[in-house]
């Protein structure tokens, strides 16, 4: 029998973070080590960076193709970045619990106020870069960006951070080892619970209906000794 911590149980971890804090890479890490998560693939109008694989890290679509499913309310949520539109499919949460999955999505602060709105109780998580020099440098090194775009990036990474205290946990990816270990302890903390909400639900509704089982037994006695009718809905001592 699998662990209970090696099946998901229908939760959304929502993971935000500024461009080049590592997240992509932090995800797909904890994805090996941890069974039962599936990484919510996104919808863009960008075209694809190099090495960037269709419907592996996004699926790639045409401005039109993007805005009928807009129309069809396809999205969980959407927003328009640096001129590429960037949405998140729905989801079925009851689907993904019989599954035994968890569902991790990889958006920024706004959109995962729209999905807390929709959703009830994703868990939100914020990653930080050790410092905004550090955050930098990696933008700098990684070559995808001009100098100007980079300065955009830095300018939106500074009020963005703000956000960070909304989130129910914060990472600071310093070293991907840490914190890849510090992500997969939430997700399997998380797990256990949710599990423990779910034993305790179970408990409540057994005891509300053992509860119902006495009143109406103890109903039926009292009919049993005349003192209660139930076409008059009055007790023998109420009837005047």
């Known amino acids: ?11 959304i971890f929502i993971i935000s973070a500024p461009s080049g804090t590592g997240k992509t890479t932090l ?5 090996e080590d941890v069974p039962g998560l599936r990484f919510s693939v996104s ?5 694809p ?4 694989q269709e419907g592996e890290d996004y699926h790639f679509v045409s401005p039109a193709v993007f805005q009928e499913m807009v129309k069809r309310g396809e999205f969980l949520e959407w927003a328009e970045v640096l001129g590429s539109r960037y949405g998140t499919p729905r989801v079925d949460l009851k689907v993904l619990a019989a599954e035994g999955i968890d569902l991790i999505l990889d958006i920024d602060t706004q959109g995962a106020k729209k999905v807390r709105e929709k ?10 870069p ?3 020099e550090d955050l930098e440098d990696r933008l700098v090194k990684r070559d995808l960006d001009s100098p100007d775009r980079i300065k955009f990036r830095m300018a939106n990474a500074q009020k963005d951070m703000k956000e960070a205290r909304r989130y129910h946990y914060v990472i600071v990816n310093d070293r991907i080892e840490e914190a890849a270990e510090k992500l997969k302890a939430i997700i399997l903390a998380e797990r256990g619970r949710n599990r423990k909400q779910s034993i ?3 408990r409540r509704k057994k005891r509300n209906r053992n509860h119902g089982m006495v009143h109406r037994k103890n109903l039926r006695k009292i009919q049993l000794l005349g003192l209660y009718h139930p076409h008059d809905d009055r007790f023998l001592w109420d009837r005047r």
């Open 27 to 31: 995800v797909k890490r904890v994805m």
């Open 130 to 132: 050790p410092s905004l």
């Open 1 to 11: 029998m699998a662990s209970v911590q090696s099946k998901g149980k229908g939760l």
């Open 200 to 202: 305790l639900e179970k």
């Open 119 to 128: 959703m009830e109780s994703p868990v939100l998580i914020y990653l930080l």
């Open 43 to 47: 919808y863009t109008t960008r075209p």
């Open 49 to 52: 960076r190099a090495g960037e």
